[in-house]
């Protein structure tokens, strides 16, 4: 389990509390964290860059050049982190923050990125209206705060390297791009 200490400094520099334990509880969770609770650090680690082998990934990848595993299985991911999940904190009374929490773009004309985030806290009708009207992308930052899965994946994978990992979760429409390519550092 992920336990955060303190707080984060929102954009105005107000304290805003951390979740102790991420929110979750739709069907097909606890499935996830059962089978990470069960798997070792290095299990996980091997599960996640799978079919390549964790020695190939550390000796030609970690820490070189990016990765782009293709696998053909779409479901792979299942409910580590549903839509409905995120619908939920956009309507929860805590929400979620443009530009902290969550971030809107799309491709402009020009192939240039546009955001299209707004201002404060990220209206839970207007999101879902700019993917289907605009094919805008949706990044999620740190989406392990709001999903107990993935947050018992990343506690196995921060055991199994020693460091603290990040995750964001990126969902853009079909024939859509709304965040230009990148990998982070």
């Not at 860059?49 to 030609?60: A, G, K, R, Y």
């Not at 839509?83 to 004309?109: H, K, Y």
């Amino acid at each position: 389990m992920v336990t955060h200490h303190g707080g984060s400094s929102s954009s105005s520099g107000r304290k805003r509390p951390l979740r102790a334990k991420p929110q979750g509880g739709l069907e097909g969770q606890e499935q996830w964290v059962s089978r990470f609770a069960t798997m070792s650090p290095c299990e996980a680690f091997s599960w996640l860059v799978h079919p390549m082998s964790v020695e190939d990934f550390l000796e030609q990848y970690w820490e070189k050049k990016p990765l782009h595993l293709s696998r053909g299985e779409p479901s792979r991911f299942g409910d580590l982190l549903p839509e409905s999940v995120i619908e939920q904190q956009l309507r929860s009374r805590e929400g979620l923050t443009f530009g902290q929490d969550i971030n809107v773009a799309r491709c402009g004309a020009d192939g240039l990125q546009v955001m299209c985030n707004g201002t404060g806290r990220a209206d839970a009708s207007a999101v879902p209206r700019k993917v289907k009207e605009e094919s805008c992308s949706v990044q999620v930052v740190h989406p392990q705060r709001f999903s107990a899965p993935l947050a018992a994946l990343m506690a196995r994978l921060e055991a199994h390297v020693g460091c603290l990992w990040g995750a964001n979760s990126f969902r853009t429409p079909s024939g859509g791009m709304g965040f230009k390519a990148h990998h982070d550092e």
